[in-house]
């Protein structure tokens, strides 16, 4: 799942506040490496196109923060993707008065993927989560401006089981053969024939709702059992990298609570992406190809209103889990 910085032209179709937006970089420390991303906020200037090729964004640059009390969502995107890949939908929740932080996963982004193949990349996902969510609590320099009892999650593929292992959810990797065929040569197939599976990360009891978006899924009803937060589930129709429609319905039904589903229809894996820009389009085609007669633009003007709408439910109005 390459070029997931993928999207562009993503905004949202009714703008409350405008989108500000920022790069943030995590600091190094015993848990990990430093952690670069970007956050969008809520901004009282009228947005303009970022370029950033070959994506092109919809916001305005390192714009004050307006708003206090602000509930905060933090993503995690695909295998190989980056803290940029969902811009569309962050600049959405921004628009709504969210803050939006996400992150490129060291050895797991576009620029380096160096621990794609391997099982220690999700091993560590989860922790750069936490790590993140802790930095924008108590150093980001807007900070005060946040309410730390309103923590959302976005997922996406890869990210989906990040969110879901950041919840409280326990992985089994023997559930799913079809992603290690016999003769497989990929390294994390090797670790899972050997047994070496790294232990699972403890949950961040911080997070009250999550949107979880066609995940990577090697969970049963027994690994889900202490999931009890909110959860959007979306699924693509048609699947894709390892994501297939059937595992996700076996994981709708093993959610100890019945998650908000969602099924895309006709979409592909890529679909959740963002729109691509012209450039990006030429430069990826593999994730800005969609199926005949799928329309994304239009898509994500639905997708984003209802993810604002869940986070709205669960996550601004105070709800408990």
Not at 82 to 100: C, E, N, P, Q, R
Not at 194 to 221: G, K, M, W, Y
Request: glycine share 10%; aromatic share 8%; charged share 15%.
């Amino acid at each position: 799942m390459r070029w997931l910085s993928a999207a562009a032209l993503g905004c949202a179709t009714t703008v409350v506040q405008a989108a500000g937006f920022a790069f943030i970089e995590v600091p190094a420390d015993k848990d990990g490496p430093a952690l670069r991303g970007a956050v969008w906020s809520p901004c009282s200037t009228l947005p303009g196109r970022i370029d950033l090729a070959p994506l092109a964004l919809q916001g305005t640059r390192d714009c004050a923060v307006a708003g206090q009390a602000l509930p905060l969502v933090v993503v995690s995107h695909g295998a190989g993707g980056s803290a940029l890949g969902h811009h569309g939908t962050a600049a959405a929740l921004a628009d709504a008065g969210y803050v939006v932080a996400a992150i490129n996963h060291p050895g797991d982004n576009f620029q380096d993927m160096s621990r794609q193949g391997h099982l220690s990349a999700f091993a560590t996902r989860p922790v750069d989560m936490l790590r993140l969510t802790d930095y924008m609590l108590s150093a980001w320099p807007h900070r005060a401006q946040l309410d730390a009892g309103k923590v959302g999650f976005f997922g996406y593929s890869r990210g989906g089981y990040t969110g879901l292992v950041a919840m409280g959810a326990k992985p089994d990797w023997a559930l799913r053969p079809d992603l290690c065929p016999p003769l497989s040569t990929r390294p994390l197939c090797g670790e899972i024939r050997r047994n070496e599976i790294p232990a699972t990360p403890a949950p961040d009891a911080r997070i009250r709702a999550a949107v979880i978006v066609d995940p990577l899924s090697v969970f049963d009803a027994k690994g889900l059992g202490q999931v009890g937060t909110p959860v959007q589930l979306w699924a693509s129709a048609l699947g894709g990298s390892g994501v297939t429609l059937q595992s996700l319905e076996v994981l709708r039904q093993g959610l100890p609570r019945a998650p908000d589903w969602h099924v895309a229809a006709n979409a592909g894996h890529y679909a959740f992406l963002a729109p691509c820009t012209p450039a990006l389009a030429e430069a990826a085609p593999e994730i800005c190809r969609d199926a005949p007669g799928f329309d994304r633009v239009a898509f994500h003007q639905g997708f984003n209103a209802k993810v604002v709408a869940f986070f709205t439910q669960h996550l601004a109005a105070g709800k408990a889990p």
